[in-house]
C-alpha cells in the first residue's frame, strides 16, 4: 500500500547549528490488508516518517510510491487515504459538525452522505452528544474521537494515524482499537504510529520499528516474539506448602517434570517463557 | 486553472475559513468600533461649528481603514502559523486538496469576512454622514473601495510574510511596510532626500517593489472637494488588484515548496 524507498531527511532549520539528521536510509512497505504498527521512542522518525509519506515536508533523499490501487494521480490516491495528525486541535470555534461536513465536503461527499456517516460513526466514538458544541469546548480525547470519525468519513482504503491512542483512557483505548480491528476486517489498511508498545502488539499484524532515525525491525509480530523466546520453560506445581514455580531450560524440562511428580507435587502448568512485544522492545533500547 | 473538483474545494475552504473567522468574535470588534463611532461622531458634530458632514467622514473612513487594516494584521498573521500549530493544515492537504487551492482559499475567506467589516462601518458611516446633512459624491464610493483593497493587500503581505518568517515578525514588518507605504511619497518631496540622489533612486526602487498605499488614500480629496480624475482612480484600481494577484501567486508559490514542520 506504502513503501518508503531510501528516505533520508536532514534538518537545516537553525542558521548556526548542525544539520540534524532525522532520518538514515529508511526503507519500509506497509502491505494491504494489514495492521501495521509503527513504533520508536519519541525523536525515532516516526511523524517526521509520515510527514514524508503525505508530502507535508519532502526528503533529503529517496522517494514515496503508493500502491496503483488506490489510484494513479495524488488527487485519486488521497481521496483514498485517510489520514489522521498526532494531537490534533482543529478549527476551534467550528462545531464538531460543521467540522464533519467541512471534511466531508473536501471529499465531494452530499450532505446526505456526510449525515449518514456521522450517524453511522459519532454514537460508535461516543462524540455524538457533543457534535453540536464548539470543538474548544472538547477535551483532548473527544479531539482524538472527533479525528478518528472524519477520518472515516469517506470510507478510505488506507488509514494513517499518528499516535492515535496517545491521550485517551483504557476505555476509550479499547474502543478504537476495536474500531481498528473492524474496519480491517472489512479490507481497510492501518498504518499507525505509537509508542504504547501494548497497543501494537493487541492489534497488529505487523511491526515497524524506528531506532534513532534507522530501521531496526520491519516484520510480523509472531516472527519478532518467536526470534526472542529463550530455551526456558516455567513450571508451576503444588507441594504440602501451595503453589510454586520454577525456570528450566528447556532441555532438563521432562527430567524435571519427571522428578517432580516422583515426588508427588502436582503440575499445575508448563509454559515456554514467551517475551511480550514490550519486553523485545526495550530489551533492544 | 483550477478543475470543477478543486474550485468546489476552493469554496468549501473559503466558506468554513469565513465562518470560522466570523465564530472567532473578530466582528465583535466592528460592533464595538461602530458604536465608538456613532458615540465620536455626536461629540464632535455637537462641537464642530461649520462642517459637521465631513467631521463624520473624517472619522467614520479614518476609523474603517485603521480598523480593517488592524483585523486584516490579525487574521493574516495567524493564516498560515495557526494552521501549522494546530495541525489543522495536515487534515486538509491530507484530503484531495492542493496546497495553491488551500491557501487560496483561506485568503478568499479571510477577505471576505473583511469585505463584511467594511460594509458595516461602510453603512454606520454614511447613515452618520446622510444623518447630519452631508452629499452623497462617487468618490466616496471609490474611497471605500479603495480602502477595502488596502485592508485585502494588507492581509495578503502579512499572510505571505508569515510563510518566510515567524508570526511575530511578519506583523511587525507588515505594520513598517503599512506606515512607509503611506509616507513614501511625502518624503520623496522633501529636501534632504532631493539633494541626495542615490536616495531618491533606492526610494524609486523601493515604490516598485512594495506598495504606495498612498495612492490609495482619497480621504484628503474627499474632504478637501479636490477632484480626482477617473483616469487616476482606474489605474490605482488596476494597480491594486495586479498587486494583490502578485502577492497571491508568490504566496502560492512559496506555500507549494514549504515543509510544513
Known amino acids: 500500500m506504502l513503501k518508503l524507498h531510501n528516505i533520508t531527511k536532514i534538518f537545516n532549520s537553525e542558521l548556526f547549528s548542525q544539520p540534524f539528521t532525522a532520518l538514515r536510509d529508511v526503507s519500509f512497505e506497509v502491505e494491504p490488508g494489514k495492521i501495521v504498527g509503527f513504533l520508536g521512542a519519541n525523536g525515532s522518525g516516526k511523524t517526521t516518517s509520515l510527514k514524508i509519506a503525505m508530502d507535508f515536508i519532502r526528503p533529503t533523499s529517496g522517494h514515496v510510491e503508493f500502491d496503483k490501487s488506490l489510484g494513479k494521480n495524488k488527487t485519486d490516491i488521497l481521496s483514498q487515504i485517510g489520514f489522521l495528525p498526532e494531537r490534533p486541535f482543529f478549527y476551534p470555534h467550528l462545531k464538531g459538525r460543521d467540522f464533519c461536513f467541512y471534511m466531508g465536503k473536501l471529499l465531494n461527499l452530499s450532505n446526505n452522505e456526510i449525515s449518514e456517516k456521522i450517524k453511522y460513526w459519532a454514537p460508535r466514538f461516543k462524540i455524538d452528544f457533543a457534535l453540536d458544541r464548539e470543538i474548544n469546548t472538547y477535551s483532548k480525547g473527544m479531539l482524538q474521537r472527533i479525528g478518528f470519525l472524519v477520518t472515516l468519513i469517506h470510507d478510505p482504503a488506507f488509514i494513517i494515524l499518528d499516535e492515535p491512542l496517545s491521550g485517551l483512557d483504557p476505555i476509550g483505548r479499547k474502543e478504537l482499537k476495536d474500531i481498528i480491528l473492524e474496519v480491517n476486517k472489512i479490507g481497510k489498511t492501518v498504518f499507525f504510529s505509537s509508542h504504547i508498545v501494548s497497543d501494537v502488539e493487541e492489534v497488529c499484524d505487523n511491526v515497524i520499528f524506528l531506532k534513532d532515525g534507522s530501521l531496526y525491525y520491519e516484520g510480523s509480530v509472531d516472527k519478532i516474539i518467536t526470534e526472542n523466546v529463550k530455551p526456558i520453560s516455567n513450571i508451576r506445581y503444588k507441594d504440602e506448602s501451595g503453589f510454586k514455580s520454577i525456570q528450566v531450560k528447556n532441555s532438563k524440562k521432562n527430567t524435571e517434570i519427571q522428578r517432580l511428580i516422583q515426588q508427588n507435587f502436582e503440575i499445575i502448568s508448563i509454559e515456554h517463557d514467551k517475551p511480550t512485544l514490550e519486553e523485545i522492545i526495550y530489551n533492544v533500547k | ?261
Not at chain 2, 13 to 25: D, L, Q, V
Open chain 2, 1 to 261: 486553472m483550477l478543475n470543477k473538483g478543486s474550485l468546489s474545494r476552493l469554496k468549501v475552504i473559503s466558506f468554513y475559513t469565513a465562518k470560522e473567522a466570523i465564530k472567532s468574535k473578530v466582528l465583535v470588534n466592528t460592533i464595538l468600533l461602530g458604536f465608538a463611532l456613532l458615540v465620536f461622531t455626536y461629540i464632535a458634530y455637537s462641537f464642530t461649528y461649520g462642517e459637521p458632514s465631513r467631521v463624520a467622514l473624517d472619522f467614520g473612513l479614518g476609523t474603517l481603514s485603521l480598523s480593517s487594516v488592524f483585523i486584516a494584521i490579525f487574521m493574516g498573521a495567524g493564516l498560515i502559523t495557526d494552521e501549522l500549530k494546530n495541525r489543522t493544515v495536515y487534515i486538509i492537504i491530507s484530503r484531495p486538496v492542493k496546497r495553491s487551492v488551500f491557501i487560496l482559499g483561506k485568503i478568499l475567506g479571510l477577505s471576505s469576512v473583511l469585505i463584511i467589516n467594511i460594509l458595516i462601518l461602510s453603512a454606520i458611516t454614511l447613515s452618520l454622514y446622510f444623518g447630519v446633512g452631508g452629499a452623497y459624491e462617487s468618490l466616496i464610493s471609490w474611497a471605500i473601495l479603495f480602502i477595502a483593497i488596502e485592508a485585502i493587500l494588507m492581509l495578503l503581505i502579512v499572510s505571505l510574510l508569515s510563510l518566510v518568517t515567524s508570526k511575530v515578525l511578519s506583523v511587525i514588518l507588515s505594520i513598517m511596510i503599512y506606515i512607509v507605504g503611506h509616507s513614501i511619497d511625502g518624503v520623496k518631496v522633501l529636501t534632504f532626500i532631493k539633494m541626495r540622489p542615490s536616495l531618491g533612486a533606492l526610494l524609486d526602487l523601493y515604490q516598485y517593489i512594495l506598495p504606495g498605499f498612498y495612492k490609495l488614500n482619497l480621504k484628503q480629496h474627499l474632504l478637501y472637494d479636490q477632484g480626482v480624475g477617473s483616469s487616476y482612480l482606474y489605474s490605482t484600481l488596476l494597480y491594486g488588484v495586479l498587486y494583490g494577484l502578485a502577492i497571491i501567486c508568490l504566496s502560492m508559490y512559496l506555500f507549494e515548496r514549504k515543509n510544513l514542520d
